[in-house]
C-alpha cells in the first residue's frame, strides 16, 4: 500500500513536469506539425477580418500553444524556417498590442506565408544549434548571441536567444555549481532577470546589455578549467544534500521523539524512492533525451516539487510550533491511545521526505552527469563518498542533538528549521516555475538577492515569501496574546 502510495505520486510529479512543457512529445514530421498548428491560425485570420480582435487572439494563442510543442523539430530541420516562424510570431504579438485591425491582419498573414513554405519543404534543410551537450564556452557563446539581438533591439531574436539559454543550462549547470555555488546562483537569477526584462513592453535593452555583459564576466574564469578534483564532487552532493538532510532528520527526530517506530518506514521509502527516481530520470535526461530539449522540464519539475514541498512544510511547522505545548502533546498522546501519529500524518512524512530527496537528488545527479566528462572517475566516485560520509555525520549530530533536547525546546527548534525551509523552497519553486517561463518575472531592484532565503528580486517569488513571514508573526503573537488571556483568567 506505502509503496503503491508513492509510485503514484512519483508518476504524478513527473507526469506534470512532462506534461505541462515537453517539445519532445510532439509527432510528426516538420510540415505535418505545422499544417496542424496552422489551423489556428487561419481562424485567426478569420476573426480578425471580421474586426473580431479578441476571438483572433484566442486563436492565434492556440497556435502559439501548438507551436512550443513542435518548435524543437522545426528548429532541427531547419534554423532559417525556425528563426523566420519567431520573427513573424513577434510581429503578430505586436500587431495585437496596437489593436489596429488592419496590421493585425497583415501579420497573421505574413505568418500564415511562412508557416505554407515550411509546410512544402521550402526552407532548406540546415540544423541550427542543438548540441546535446554543450560546454561552458558554448553556453558563453549563445550569451554573447543573445547580446548581439539586444544591441540590435531585435526583441523577438533576443527573446529566442536568451530561451535557447536557458534550456541549455542544464548542460553546464554542474560544471558551474562544482567551482561556485554563488556564480551557479547569479546565472539562475539573471537568465530569469534578462527574460524578463526583453518581454517587457517596451522591453528594457540597456539593462539587459549590462547583466549578459556581467554574466559573461563572471562565467568566463570558470570556463579556463579543464578538470576537477573530488573535493569539487563532494561540495556538490553536500550543498545539494544538506537541504534535503534537514527535513529527513526533522522528520526522523520527531518519529522518535513521538515513539512512532512506523514513521521511520515511511520516511526510509520516501527517501529511498526520491533517490531512485531521480536517478532514473537523470539517466534517461543522459542516454534519451538531449539536455536542450529537457532544461525547461527539469525546471518545471524542480519548481513544481518545491512548491508541494514548501506546502507540506508549511503544515508541519504549524503543527511541531502547535505542539510544543508540553500540556497540549500529552493531551494528544492520550487522544491517539499513545499513538503520536495518525495515519495520515505517517503518509506525509513519507510524501514530503520523497519531495525533498526528489528535488535535490535530480539536481545533484544531473550536476554530477555535467561534469563526468571534466573529471577523472576515480575523484568522482571518491568525491562522492568524501561527501556521502560528511553528511552521514551531520545526519548523526542532528539525531543526537535533537534527541537530547527537551520536548518544548525540541518543537520550536525543529518548527523554525522545517518554517526555514518552507520559505526557502517556496523561493527556490517559484523561481524554477520562472526559469522555465510558466510564471511571468516582475523584476524589482528594491528587494536583495539573499541564497541563504532563495530571496531574489522579483515580485512574484518574493511576495509568497513574505506573506508566510507576515502569517507566522500573526499565528505567534496571537497564541501569546491568548495564552495571557488564558493565565489571567486562572488568575482571576
Known amino acids: 500500500m506505502r509503496k503503491n502510495l508513492l509510485l503514484k505520486i512519483t508518476i504524478l510529479l513527473i507526469i506534470i513536469g512532462f506534461g ?64 523566420d516562424i519567431e520573427s513573424n510570431m513577434g510581429k503578430v504579438v505586436y500587431a495585437f498590442t496596437l489593436k489596429k485591425q488592419d496590421q493585425v491582419l497583415q501579420a497573421l498573414q505574413d505568418l500564415k506565408a511562412v508557416n505554407e513554405k515550411v509546410a512544402s519543404g521550402g526552407y532548406p ?153 531521480s536517478v532514473i530520470l537523470a539517466l534517461v535526461v543522459k542516454f534519451v533525451i538531449s539536455s536542450g530539449a529537457f532544461g525547461n522540464n527539469n525546471a518545471l519539475i524542480a519548481g513544481w516539487t518545491g512548491v508541494f514541498a514548501a506546502v507540506m512544510l508549511l503544515y508541519m511547522s504549524y503543527w511541531l510550533h502547535s505542539q510544543s505545548n508540553i500540556a497540549d502533546w500529552n493531551r494528544y498522546i492520550r487522544e491517539k491511545s499513545q499513538t503520536a501519529l495518525t495515519t495520515g500524518k505517517l503518509v506525509s512524512l513519507g510524501v514530503l521526505a520523497f519531495l525533498a530527496v526528489f528535488r535535490e537528488g535530480t539536481e545533484t545527479v544531473l550536476f554530477y ?25 551531520l545526519a548523526y549530530l542532528m539525531v543526537f542533538v535533537g534527541l537530547k533536547l527537551p520536548l518544548r525546546p525540541f518543537f520550536m527548534v ?47 517569488s518574493t511576495i509568497p515569501q513574505v506573506i508566510l513571514v507576515l502569517g507566522a508573526v500573526i499565528i505567534i503573537l496571537s497564541k501569546k496574546i491568548k495564552s495571557k488571556k488564558l493565565i489571567a483568567a486562572n488568575n482571576n
Open 20 to 83: 505541462l512543457h515537453n517539445p519532445a512529445m510532439a509527432a510528426g514530421s516538420p510540415s505535418e506539425d505545422i499544417k496542424k498548428a496552422e489551423v489556428s491560425v487561419d481562424q485567426a485570420i478569420d476573426f480578425a477580418s471580421k474586426g473580431d480582435l479578441s476571438e483572433a487572439e484566442k486563436a492565434y494563442d492556440q497556435f502559439n500553444k501548438t507551436w512550443r510543442q513542435i518548435e524543437d523539430g522545426i528548429k532541427a530541420n531547419s534554423a532559417t524556417a525556425y528563426r
Open 125 to 277: 534543410k540546415e540544423p541550427g544549434f542543438q548540441k546535446e551537450d554543450i560546454t561552458l564556452d558554448d553556453f558563453i557563446l549563445l550569451l554573447q548571441e543573445t547580446k548581439k539581438e539586444v544591441s540590435d533591439q531585435n526583441q523577438t531574436g533576443a527573446l529566442a536567444s536568451i530561451k535557447q539559454a536557458s534550456g541549455s543550462w542544464l548542460s553546464v549547470e554542474g560544471v558551474v555549481v562544482a567551482q561556485s555555488a554563488s556564480v551557479y546562483s547569479d546565472t539562475e537569477r539573471d537568465l530569469v532577470t534578462i527574460q524578463a526584462m526583453l518581454a517587457a513592453n517596451p522591453p528594457n535593452y540597456k539593462e539587459a546589455n549590462q547583466t549578459i555583459d556581467n554574466m559573461v564576466k563572471y562565467l568566463t574564469p570558470l570556463a579556463n578549467k579543464s578538470e576537477y578534483t573530488y573535493w569539487d564532487a563532494a561540495m556538490i552532493l553536500i550543498r545539494e544534500g544538506l537541504e534535503a538532510l534537514l527535513v529527513v532528520i526533522a522528520l526522523m527526530s520527531f518519529v522518535k521523539k513521538s515513539g512512532e517506530t512506523k514513521g521511520k518506514g515511511w520516511i526510509w521509502t520516501g527517501v529511498l524512492a526520491g533517490l531512485g527516481v
Open 414 to 460: 525543529s518548527s523554525v528549521i522545517v518554517f526555514y525551509l518552507c520559505i526557502k523552497f517556496t523561493g527556490m519553486g517559484i523561481h524554477s516555475l520562472q526559469l522555465a517561463g510558466f510564471i511571468p518575472t516582475t523584476n524589482a531592484q528594491s528587494i536583495p538577492s539573499i541564497d541563504f532565503f532563495a530571496l531574489y528580486p522579483s515580485w512574484e
Open 369 to 393: 552527469i555535467g561534469m563526468a566528462s571534466q573529471i577523472k572517475l576515480q575523484s568522482l566516485f571518491i568525491g562522492f563518498l568524501i561527501g556521502a560520509a560528511i553528511l552521514g555525520i
